[in-house]
């Protein structure tokens, strides 16, 4: 059973930056950062796979946002910069397995979740 745990959420000013981090139990193949908005569903932010570093991003993130791993730490990190009011949500790092194939943007193909770290931009 792999478990994520998210830490490095807070409360910050338009512009601000914020660094999340995921630590992961066990080895997984992908790794994503989700978000949901009060009232809103789930949205994708950034993926990456383990092996290969490749990445994807939601068109609202890219150019801001920077989502990275360390693989002696096991660990996930999504750098946000110039954040944004719309930004604020709670944010939720995801795990996939190999045999989970599909769209890396779809929440589908994730086995495991974390608890959420709180984000919130004030204007």
């Known amino acids: 059973q792999v478990q994520l745990v998210e830490s490095g959420g807070g409360l910050v000013q338009a512009g601000g930056s914020l660094r999340l981090s995921c630590a992961t139990s066990g080895r997984t193949f992908r790794r994503a950062w989700f978000r949901q908005a009060p009232g809103k569903e789930r949205e994708f932010v950034a993926a990456?796979?383990?092996?290969?570093?490749?990445?994807v991003y939601a068109d609202s993130v890219k150019g801001r946002f920077t989502i990275s791993r360390d693989n002696a730490k096991n660990t996930v990190y999504l750098q946000m910069n110039s954040l944004k009011p719309e930004d604020t949500a709670v944010y939720y790092c995801?795990?996939?397995?190999?045999?989970?194939?599909?769209?890396?943007?779809?929440?589908?193909?994730?086995?495991?979740w974390g608890q959420g770290t709180q984000v919130t931009v004030s204007s």
């Open positions: 990456i796979r383990w092996s290969t570093i490749n990445t």
């Open positions: 995801a795990a996939g397995s190999a045999a989970r194939v599909g769209d890396p943007r779809s929440d589908t193909i994730y086995d495991y």
